[in-house]
């Protein structure tokens, strides 16, 4: 049984008729986009998403993610009608989707797979991570993947912003802004050595 909502399903498809429209037409999210980005493991700085704008001063977007990402849609059996046990099904499906990806992958780490293909189906120039420190369970895997990612692109620079999530006391703008300044040396210096 597949759930559907016609509000849903009317947005989504509006949504994709703009995107293909901009797509076609070369019509950026920037008006002078440099640089494209992965945003990778790890939960964005809820406290200040400003701080991503910040990026953009550098003609950078974020073209793709891996923190939030959504399993590929599968049957919902009709004997499922616990909500919690729906969590803990989509929970299970997408993490066997994962492995199995991983494993077709050449036993290259699931998490790690996603952000490969993500560089590579977006152009991807640069890649910022968040270490979260109240939710470590959303950072785990953070160097591994930045290690895996260093063994198929060399010298793709890879930053790890660093904060609490919600305790803005962990958090300096300045020092983030410097950080992100300096990533973005690399990122520009990266791009040009490709090509």
Known sequence: MMLTD?????????LYEELKERVDNKIGAIEDERFRLLW?????PWHTMSILDYFINH???????????VP???????DVTDPVELIALRAFQRNTSLQKSGQEAGGVPPLAQ??????????????VMHITRSCRASTMGQILVRNVIRDYYPNMPVMFMESDIIDLDTYSEDETKNRIDTFM???????????
Request: net charge negative; proline share 5%.
């Open 40 to 44: 990778g493991v790890g939960l964005p």
């Open 59 to 69: 003609g950078a977007v974020f073209a793709a993610e891996t923190a939030y990402m």
């Open 72 to 78: 590929e849609p599968f049957e919902i059996p009709s």
């Open 6 to 14: 016609s509000f849903t399903l009317e947005f989504y498809k509006g």
């Open 114 to 127: 996603a952000h490969l293909e993500r560089i590579k189906d977006y152009n991807i120039d640069g890649v």
């Open 185 to 195: 040396e690399m990122v520009e210096a990266y791009k040009k050595s490709v090509g």
